[in-house]
Nanobody, 117 residues
Framework: QVQLVESGGGLVQPGGSLRLSCAASGSRFSIVHMGWYRQAPGKQRELVALITSDGTTTYKDSVKGRFTVSRDNAKRTVYLQMNSLRPEDTAVYYC???????????WGQGTQVTVSS
């Protein structure tokens, strides 16, 4: 059974940084694709960053140059380094694991990120 556990959220001032982590268990981590999504109140969940099994990355336009997604296959963990945070980045951030052929996926429980002075 796949489990995803996120950590690293919190309250930060505008311009600050946070690093989110998502630890995975129950799958062959090196062959899966990992993504970070977020959902703000009253809005749909949206893709923030994706890293495929071969390390290819994709970002939402508004976070390019500020956020960096990375993975450590030995630790079965994916990270989201978030710099220059803005109030509009406030949301619950979710980790998602996609199977190698995108035929199935799993979600983490989410971690709150609040950017406010």
């Amino acid at each position: 059974q796949v489990q995803l556990v996120e950590s690293g959220g919190g309250l930060v001032q505008p311009g600050g940084s946070l690093r989110l982590s998502c630890a995975a268990s129950g799958s062959r981590f090196s062959i899966v694709h990992m993504g970070w999504y977020r959902q703000a109140p009253g809005k749909q969940r949206e893709l923030v960053a994706l890293i495929t099994s071969d390390g290819t990355t994709t970002y939402k336009d508004s976070v390019k140059g500020r956020f960096t997604v990375s993975r450590d296959n030995a630790k079965r963990t994916v990270y989201l380094q978030m710099n220059s945070l803005r109030p509009e980045d406030t949301a619950v951030y979710y980790c998602r694991l996609d199977g190698s052929s995108y035929l199935y996926h799993y979600w983490g429980q989410g971690t709150q990120v609040t950017v406010s002075s």
